[in-house]
């Protein structure tokens, strides 16, 4: 075989390998289940069952990985230079928290608490931002609950903002008990105190504990061991 043919025959071999090459890449992308990355035990990833109240992180501590939440749920809360804490947020199956490491925030900025008993996923952030970029599931999959949680973040600052507590207290009890517009009674399944409700409406326990009897009293929610929620508590939202 002359030189041109040992060239001809190298360039085809290339060819076959770079074939080969891709032809696994794209096995090994189809084969990726965002789901049993995000549930399951592997490198860099651990799982850990939480109790009630007991922290997954707190405000402060070195931010060096992503959580995703499998079972339960979880408070997000910041406490003051003074001492005073605020309940800022409250998630459930589905959500990721502790993201800012992604962005390369070195602490947490709050904490993170079980308010039931909760599973978790801890994902170090160089094992995150690994699958991310090689991912695009996974890339979607996070981007989209990035955008929700901003949109929550902006209704919850609007709230904040322009709405008196007895509506913010209606719109925390409908996005607990997932009310739709449909007629119907639904249960709260996060357990939930006044204190907590408190809390994250920004005013006191009497005040809740005051609205919480007027709405009964209007039909617009059950209390007897569990909390359910009428979705004609909506219109103490809308309503001028």
């Known amino acids: 075989m002359d030189a041109r043919g040992r060239q001809s025959e190298i360039k085809k071999q290339d060819e076959r390998e770079r074939g080969q090459e891709k032809d696994w890449q794209m096995v090994l992308a189809e084969a990726f289940d965002t789901e049993a990355f995000l549930t399951t035990v592997g490198a860099g990833r651990t799982i850990a069952t939480y109790k009630p109240k007991s922290y997954i992180f707190r405000q402060g501590t070195k931010c060096n990985a992503v959580h995703y939440i499998q079972q339960g749920h979880i408070e997000l809360s910041v406490v003051s230079g003074?001492?005073?804490e605020r309940v800022v947020g409250m998630l459930g199956p589905g959500s990721f928290v502790g993201e800012g490491c992604l962005g390369g925030q070195p602490i947490?900025?709050?904490?993170?608490?079980?308010s039931t008993e909760a599973t978790l996923i801890r994902v170090e952030a160089e094992t995150m931002i690994r699958a991310i970029h090689?991912?695009?599931?996974?890339?979607?999959?996070?981007m989209a609950y990035l955008l929700l949680r901003n949109s929550q973040i902006e209704s919850d600052l609007v709230d904040q903002l322009f709405n008196s507590s007895e509506k913010r207290l209606a719109r925390l009890l409908i996005m607990l008990a997932q009310v739709g517009?449909?007629?119907e009674l639904r249960t709260v399944v996060?357990?939930?105190s006044q204190e907590v409700m408190a809390a994250r409406?920004?005013?006191t326990r009497s005040r809740i504990n005051y609205f919480m009897n007027k709405f009964r009293k209007l039909g617009l929610i059950e209390y007897n061991g569990d909390l359910k929620v009428h979705s004609s508590l909506l219109n103490v939202i809308v309503r001028e």
């Open 181 to 183: 517009k449909e007629a």
């Open 190 to 192: 996060t357990p939930i």
């Open 82 to 84: 003074q001492g005073k």
């Open 201 to 203: 409406v920004g005013t």
């Open 134 to 142: 090689e991912h695009p599931e996974l890339s979607q999959r996070f």
């Open 108 to 114: 947490y900025l709050a904490s993170a608490r079980a």
